[in-house]
């Protein structure tokens, strides 16, 4: 089993706050995710890492960060929270097998709610 | 990056077998498909994974032709636990995947 782990699983804020939603994973994986998802919608891909010092963005436009400064912790941050953020984000890291494929390992993700 | 195409939802009944096909026509030579299974407020979880043939794990087999252009998820046996989005991603190395929509599969009593 992966392990990975979101907090807040939860989070419910006003207008106009920044926060920062974590992310860690224990495994030394080098890639990693953050995906935003609506309620029975698609999963966004909205940043991605391929290692250390290394960001992307997705195929969703996000005014959302992230940073990458150790390899198992990838946050991301909001400067001034809309409720047009409100969503689920989840988080997922991978690593290369021997054949050279992907597997995502999910954590529970975090549900926020900005008024 | 190979684009893949599935139903949107499906419909079975506890003790049927499920299968999901998906559509990948531009796959590359060196893709494998993966399928991820995802319940309501959690992240995915990957299934089953291969590149040709066929795969078979304790929960799912998955069968993909020689041509490699679909690829197949067979659920032996669904139950009500079952109920869940199943996603077909087709990626190698150092490309991003993209989950898409996913196939609602829905199991009734």
């Known amino acids: 089993e992966a392990d990975i782990y979101q907090t807040p699983r939860y989070l419910v804020i006003g207008t106009g706050k920044k926060i920062t939603l974590e992310c860690s994973q224990t495994?030394?994986?080098?890639?990693m995710y953050w995906y935003q998802q609506d309620p029975g919608m698609e999963l966004h891909l909205i940043h991605y890492?391929?290692?250390?010092?290394?960001?992307e963005k997705g195929d969703l436009s996000s005014e959302s960060t992230v940073s990458r400064i150790r390899t198992e912790h990838f946050p991301l941050t909001l400067e001034s929270a809309r409720p047009s953020h409100t969503s689920q984000y989840l988080c997922?890291?991978?690593?290369?097998?021997?054949?050279?494929?992907?597997?995502?390992?999910f954590g529970a993700g975090t549900r926020l709610s900005v008024l | 990056l190979a684009k893949t195409t599935q139903p949107i939802s499906m419909d079975s009944y506890e003790g049927q077998e499920v299968n999901i096909t998906c559509s990948h026509n531009?796959?590359?030579?060196?893709?494998?498909i993966t399928w991820y299974q995802q319940f309501p407020s959690q992240g995915p979880r990957f299934i089953i994974q291969?590149?040709?043939t066929k795969v078979t794990n304790e929960v799912a087999s998955l069968f993909i032709p020689a041509d490699r252009k679909s690829s197949t998820l067979s659920l032996p046996r669904v139950s009500l636990s079952d109920t869940a989005v199943y996603y077909c991603?087709?990626?190698?190395?150092?490309?991003?995947?993209?989950f898409g929509r996913g196939t609602s599969l829905i199991v009734h009593p």
């Open positions: 997922a890291s991978s690593e290369y097998s021997r054949q050279g494929e992907d597997i995502q390992y």
């Open positions: 531009n796959i590359a030579t060196n893709d494998y």
């Open positions: 495994m030394g994986h080098d890639k």
């Open positions: 291969g590149y040709k």
């Open positions: 890492s391929y290692g250390v010092n290394s960001t």
């Open positions: 991603l087709v990626a190698q190395g150092s490309y991003i995947p993209t």
